[in-house]
């Protein structure tokens, strides 16, 4: 049974860096893309970034590109997301997910079907 888990949420200001993580069971964790999503209140879920298995190519929205930077570690089958210089409009609960294709390389949310129970990120003013 796979299993995605993430932490590291919180409430932090703006400007501030956060760090979540992904850790992951069930899976051939190495060969399978990792991407996270986020969805705030009243919005509907988008991508934030992925990262692919062997490789780690990674790939991100353009909202978050200079400012967040994904990686893995295989040894201990997690994900991480880094985020720095954060900002109000990235208030959101962030999900860790993995596609049905373990080498898909995209941004569509339906191609991805394992997704973790999502942790809340509140940056406040």
């Known amino acids: 049974q796979v299993q995605l888990v993430e932490s590291g949420g919180g409430l932090v200001q703006a400007g501030d860096s956060l760090r979540l993580s992904c850790a992951a069971s069930g899976l051939t964790f190495g060969w399978y893309t990792i991407a996270w999503f986020r969805q705030a209140p009243g919005k509907e879920r988008e991508f934030v970034a992925g990262i692919t298995g062997n490789s780690g190519y990674t790939y991100y929205a353009d909202s978050v590109k200079g400012r967040f930077t994904i990686s893995r570690d295989n040894a201990k089958n997690t994900v991480y997301l880094q985020m720095n210089s954060l900002k109000l409009e990235d208030t959101a609960v962030y999900y860790c997910?993995?596609?049905?294709?373990?080498?898909?390389?995209?941004?569509?949310?339906?191609?991805?079907?394992?997704w973790g129970q999502g942790t809340q990120v509140t940056v406040s003013s």
């Open positions: 997910a993995a596609p049905k294709d373990k080498y898909y390389t995209g941004s569509e949310y339906y191609r991805y079907v394992y």
